[in-house]
């Protein structure tokens, strides 16, 4: 079983920059597909970013498209999300997910087979 951590979550202001990390432990695969999801209070987990493992294809949401960038490290079996020109709709808990096969529905949380606890983001003036 696959067990994932996130870290890097914290208070920022509006326009800030944050770097969120999740590793994965615990299994020698290697995923299809890694990515991040994020939920905020009353609404329903949207996805934020996906890449691939082999090749490193990356996809993002129309509303992160441009600030934020996905990148993964094969010899340290991380993935991180640069966060950038943060503001308060970004406001959420961020979910690391990792997919054991490959699927063109990367947006879905059901293509994922293992989710971690999740780290907190919150801007704030």
């Known amino acids: 079983q696959v067990q994932l951590t996130e870290s890097g979550g914290r208070l920022v202001q509006p326009g800030d920059s944050l770097r969120l990390s999740c590793a994965a432990s615990g299994s020698r695969d290697r995923p299809a597909t890694m990515a991040w999801f994020r939920q905020s209070p009353g609404k329903a987990r949207e996805f934020v970013s996906a890449?691939?493992?082999?090749?490193?294809?990356?996809y993002y949401a129309d509303a992160v498209k441009g600030r934020f960038v996905i990148s993964r490290d094969q010899n340290r079996n991380t993935i991180s999300l640069l966060m950038n020109s943060l503001i308060h709709e970004d406001s959420a808990i961020y979910y690391c997910?990792?997919?054991?096969?490959?699927?063109?529905?990367?947006?879905?949380?059901?293509?994922?087979?293992?989710w971690g606890r999740g780290t907190q983001v919150t801007v704030s003036s």
């Open positions: 997910a990792w997919a054991r096969r490959g699927s063109g529905n990367y947006d879905r949380a059901s293509t994922y087979d293992s």
């Open positions: 890449i691939t493992w082999w090749t490193a294809d990356t």
